[in-house]
């Protein structure tokens, strides 16, 4: 429950941009409700494709501005995330899945930052909680498939530990890996993007709320919210790549843990 | 100034912002997958090969740099080594020439000297064979003339000069007939 309490000398009601509004559709295809978010997603899959399939495709050994930038950002998921976390010996088959990963949520997020899109995807729940079970069964298979059924008992029994406080500890790993893990995956990107979504939009409908009143003062005080707003928004900017990374890097920490499990 | 209390929260359970809309789960998905597909059908191979040809590229380069730098230099090694043997044989010829030709000259010399000592004592034995052969033939020569004429003197009367200087005329003739025939 949000309550919000505003000065208001000449009546007017402020009515800040509530997360149903937020949810709701755009228009509905035969009972198939379309809402903003799909269609950036979409957006995202088309503009990632296009930006890395032209970047990738010139293939010159002295790269051009756009290769350049293709190439930065996939030797950056690449080595960066992928071989620094995963090791040089295992992370190959792994960077296809990160890099789609980093740049889906990347676009996806940043379209909150643009200003007429503004809306990051992931402040909807639902794909958040996609991308965070596609992670979890990869890994649990990755897991399974480099350790067998052993897997399991290698990752939620810590070596050197005493016998007398396994029971203790064994449930705390059981919860912390296989069911808050997934949990805390998704519902990180999600609550970030959502938050600052609407710490903008609450923003940019106080600004219009306060410039409609007639005081002057009233108004004056709008210029306070922008500068606010502003300042906002930045962190904004660097919380959507940072969440994206965040998103990627325990990605590839999972991947890490379930491929050496043994080594834990 | 009257406050005005706004909730912002008019939500039902349908609406909470952690409900879960399948449609929007499907459309992720598939835009997910589909991303996917593309970057594992296109994008990471065609940067991997480009990154293997780049390495390759730089690495085979430096070792191909490598390579004719070591070609080169022992290249170079091997010229001065052939120079250096070259101009050692060079001097071992030119001395073996110059000894040779020393030698030659020497060789010649002794053997000029050699010859013109040998002609000369061919020449000197020959004229002493020769006067000793004169000496001898005319001690004899003198010796028998000298009896003949004496005898025929002897043998004839001296009285008559006219017959003497037959004889010694005779003689004479006798003599040149003699060296005729001694020559002949």
Redesign the interface.
């Known amino acids: 429950?949000?309550?919000?309490?505003?000065?208001?000398?000449d009546g007017g009601?402020?009515?800040?941009?509530?997360?149903?509004s937020?949810?709701t559709p755009f228009f509905s295809i035969g009972g198939?409700?379309?809402?903003k978010?799909?269609i950036l997603?979409?957006l995202?899959?088309v503009l990632?494709?296009w930006f890395?399939?032209a970047a990738?495709?010139k293939?010159?050994?002295v790269?051009g501005k756009l290769?350049f930038m293709?190439?930065m950002g996939?030797?950056f998921v690449?080595n960066s995330v992928a071989k620094d976390v995963i090791g040089a010996k295992d992370y190959r088959k792994f960077?296809?899945?990160l890099?789609?990963l980093f740049f889906?949520i990347l676009v996806n997020n940043l379209f909150g930052a643009i200003p007429v899109l503004q809306l990051p995807?992931f402040s909807?729940?639902?794909?958040a909680?996609?991308?965070a079970v596609?992670v979890y069964i990869t890994w649990i298979g990755v897991g399974l498939k480099a350790n067998g059924l052993r897997y399991f008992k290698l990752a939620v029994v810590p070596s050197g530990v005493p016998w007398y406080i396994l029971p203790l500890v064994v449930p705390i790993e059981i919860i912390s890996n296989f069911v808050v893990r997934p949990m805390t995956h998704s519902l990180r990107l999600?609550a970030t993007m959502?938050s600052g979504h609407l710490i903008v939009l609450i923003a940019g409908s106080g600004i219009e709320f306060l410039l409609a009143q007639e005081s002057i003062w009233l108004k004056g005080t709008s210029l306070l919210v922008l500068v606010g707003s502003i300042a906002m928004y930045m962190l904004e900017a660097l919380i959507m790549v940072l969440q994206a990374y965040v998103f990627v890097l325990l990605t590839a920490i999972y991947i890490e843990g379930a491929v050496h499990a043994d080594s834990h | 100034?009257?406050?005005?209390?706004?909730?912002?929260?008019?939500?039902?359970a349908s609406?909470?912002?952690?409900?879960?809309?399948?449609?929007?789960?499907l459309?992720?998905?598939v835009?997910?997958v589909?991303?996917?597909i593309?970057?594992?059908k296109?994008?990471?191979p065609?940067?991997e090969?480009?990154y293997a040809?780049?390495t390759e590229?730089i690495e085979g380069g430096i070792a191909r740099a490598e390579k004719a730098q070591a070609e080169a230099s022992a290249a170079l090694d091997e010229y001065k080594k052939q120079l250096t043997d070259a101009r050692a044989e060079a001097n071992r010829i030119r001395e073996e020439a110059r000894n040779e030709g020393a030698q030659i000259l020497a060789d010649l010399k002794d053997k000029a000297a050699a010859e013109s000592a040998r002609i000369t004592e061919q020449a000197q034995a020959a004229i002493a064979a020769e006067r000793q052969a004169a000496v001898v033939s005319l001690r004899s020569e003198v010796g028998s003339l000298a009896t003949t004429l004496a005898g025929r003197i002897v043998g004839e009367s001296l009285d008559d000069d006219a017959r003497a200087a037959r004889v010694v005329d005779r003689f004479l003739a006798d003599l040149e007939q003699q060296s005729e025939g001694a020559n002949r």
């Open positions: 429950m949000i309550a919000l309490t505003l000065p208001a000398q009601s402020f009515t800040p941009p509530s997360v149903s937020h949810l198939f409700e379309v809402t978010q799909m997603v979409a995202s899959v990632i494709a890395f399939v990738a495709r293939r010159q050994l790269p290769q293709g190439e996939y030797s690449r960077v296809p899945l890099f789609t889906f995807s909807h729940v639902s794909g909680y996609l991308l596609i999600f959502l | 100034m009257k406050s005005l209390m706004i909730t912002a929260a008019e939500d039902t609406s909470s912002p952690l409900a879960v809309n399948w449609a929007e789960i459309v992720v998905g835009g997910f589909i991303l996917m593309i970057v594992v296109f994008v990471v065609m940067f090969k480009t040809e780049r590229a």
